[in-house]
């Protein structure tokens, strides 16, 4: 009788365990991020998300100059502001990209969401609170996606479907074998991270990233979610270099030399695929996750300003000012631990779900979709893009 009481005990507070692992606060962002997905009945064509990202990009800049806080002559907001620059560029890129129908489009868009990665990793160093500029971060993050992850090139092939080609597949087991190269060069770096728990905390995530790519199936869903999460690995190394003590700096230096080979040969790709540039006046739907109508009400005007602005000041940093901010960052409790301070979704999780769409949800461009293809289902099929 006594052994029964203790298994019926024990039983229970298995239970008890589990249903505290699911409880609401504590369901996976998978799962979270797959209820979040409400349509609002609004849609936007590739132009008018490429408006609405410029609209945010600059209500962004215009809260962070009003915030004597995040003052870009302040060594530890840099990273920042040289991030943000770097978004205003490719964003210009893009439309005049979008104008001529041509590949500077897809480079553009590519680099603003490597770019807007990096900006959400610089963030951190910055201490900031500045509600205004996360809000409008966020919402410029969220036009980004949808640009992505519905007017590329990959949203393209995805539609069209069918099985990977020879070609693909080959530049798959290419690309599996780069992120195995990558392991090995963040555990070399992990030692060192060890005594700084931000920059801990980032080769984790990158390590995530790369082992979920490691082990994919070789199927088209997969290799398409695996073109989207690497933008967002390239914009993680890039931000995570601003973290780095000196001691180290050149092994760092390693994964963000690897970053600038692996781009190039994503372009070659990009240019040699082509594209039905009818795909760019279908509309996308819009979810009440991926929010981009800014707020506040900004002018033409204002836009162009802050877009001048930002295109023209110089953020460069000195060898010493590089330094300066590693170290202050080393002792920074806020930087190692996101908060409800972070530019980060609360759905943001990197390597999870990468290739696990639900069926006919193809529109996904929620900022915390990392790999999440949200092919566009409107228009013709013939949307190029098979690799051959």
Partial sequence: MKKLVSLLFCLS??????????EPGQIPAVVA??????????????KALLDDANKALAAMIKAARADTGLDPKTSKNKPFW?????????????????????????????????????????????????S????????LGHAIA??????SKEAARKKKGGELTAKEKAEFEKIKAQQKELLAKIAKLEAGAKKDKALEKGLLEMKKQAEHIVKEPVTLDA?????????????LIRGYEYYVDKPWRADYLVLVDWTNTYETSYYEWETSVSYDWALVDTSADI?????????????????????????????DMSETQEEEVAAEEDTDEEVASADGDSMEEASDDEGEDMSGDDEGDDNGGDDGDRGDDGG????GDDGGGDGD
């Fill in 13 to 22: 507070l298995s239970l008890f365990a589990v249903a505290r692992a699911t």
């Fill in 33 to 46: 991020k797959t209820a979040q997905k409400k349509p609002t009945g609004q849609k936007a064509d590739a």
């Fill in 82 to 130: 040289k991030s943000t620059q770097l978004i205003g560029k490719n964003l210009k890129l893009a439309k005049t990209g979008l104008a001529a129908k041509s590949n500077d489009f897809f480079k553009g868009i590519a680099g603003a969401r490597q770019a807007e990665e990096q900006t959400k990793v610089d963030w951190e160093l910055t201490d900031s609170k500045n």
């Fill in 132 to 139: 205004q500029v996360i809000e409008n971060g966020k919402k």
């Fill in 146 to 151: 949808l640009l992505r992850t519905d007017f």
């Fill in 223 to 235: 290799y398409i979610a695996t073109l989207y999460l690497l933008n967002d690995q390239i914009g």
């Fill in 287 to 315: 979810y009440d996750s991926a929010e981009v109508d800014v707020s506040e009400p900004i002018s033409d005007e204002e836009i162009s300003s802050e877009e001048s602005y930002v295109e023209n000041e110089s953020f």
């Fill in 376 to 379: 566009n289902d409107d228009g």
